[in-house]
T-cell receptor, first 116, second 109 residues
Framework: EAEVAQSPRYKITEKSQAVAFWCDPISGHATLYWYRQILGQGPELLVQFQDESVVDDSQLPKDRFSAERLKGVDSTLKIQPAELGDSAMYLC??????????????FGQGTRLTVV | GQQVMQIPQYQHVQEGEDFTTYCNSSTTLSNIQWYKQRPGGHPVFLIQLVKSGEVKKQKRLTFQFGEAKKNSSLHITATQTTDVGTYFCAAGSNYQLIWGAGTKLIIKP
């Protein structure tokens, strides 16, 4: 069964350092999401891509976070510099888009980031 | 921006009791999806509702979409320990998914 691949699974970094996460969505899925989830809370959308274009990055802290999906396939999320408050699970998800409607989102296993 | 309110935040039940979580929006939704997240896991898709007044069942789970397409519910009959987790609704609006805060189902020992 096709899966969304994310790496690394776990990352410990010191504050002020740079960190990057990678996501490979399910083949053929045009929509890719990056979410941040703090323990005990719901997923918070950071950025949404439709193919290689950003559809929504209104909640992305652009002073330190950046995301790209250059060829409309895999994607990278970067944080520079990392802060203690960035410790969270970073989830990538992908979905088909059916006539403008969002469809079922498939999630990767996530990257657990700890900033020390 | 558009928001989806999900209640309650937590629900403690004895095994065998029923569980219900509700999602409400102030605007008409294109569709609504439900996800389950087990402790330590990632959200897993359960179902999508598209039509006004739609009701779908998956074994002990019943999903409803309101007539005005502004609210939805998930009802679990006779909960089991395997039902433990957090249930999220996610409302579809154009290309976007707007997530509720989730309802955590806790089974009392």
């Amino acid at each position: 069964e096709a899966e969304v691949a994310q790496s690394p699974r776990y990352k410990i970094t010191e504050k002020s350092q740079a960190v990057a996460f990678w996501c490979d969505p399910i083949s053929g899925h045009a929509t890719l999401y990056w979410y941040r989830q703090i323990l005990g809370q719901g997923p918070e959308l950071l950025v949404q891509f439709q193919d290689e274009s950003v559809v929504d990055d209104s909640q992305l802290p652009k002073d330190r976070f950046s995301a790209e999906r250059l060829k409309g396939v895999d994607s990278t999320l970067k944080i520079q510099p990392a802060e203690l408050g960035d410790s969270a699970m970073y989830l990538c998800a992908s979905s088909l888009t059916d006539r403008g409607r969002s469809t079922e989102a498939f999630f990767g296993q996530g990257t657990r980031l700890t900033v020390v | 921006g558009q928001q989806v309110m999900q209640i309650p935040q937590y629900q403690h039940v004895q095994e065998g009791e029923d569980f219900t979580t509700y999602c409400n929006s102030s605007t008409t939704l294109s569709n609504i999806q439900w996800y389950k997240q087990r402790p330590g896991g990632h959200p897993v898709f359960l179902i999508q509702l598209v039509k006004s007044g739609e009701v779908k069942k998956q074994k002990r789970l019943t999903f409803q979409f309101g007539e005005a397409k502004k609210n939805s519910s998930l009802h679990i009959t006779a909960t089991q320990t395997t039902d433990v987790g957090t249930y999220f609704c996610a409302a579809g609006s154009n290309y976007q998914l707007i997530w509720g805060a989730g309802t955590k189902l806790i089974i009392k020992p």
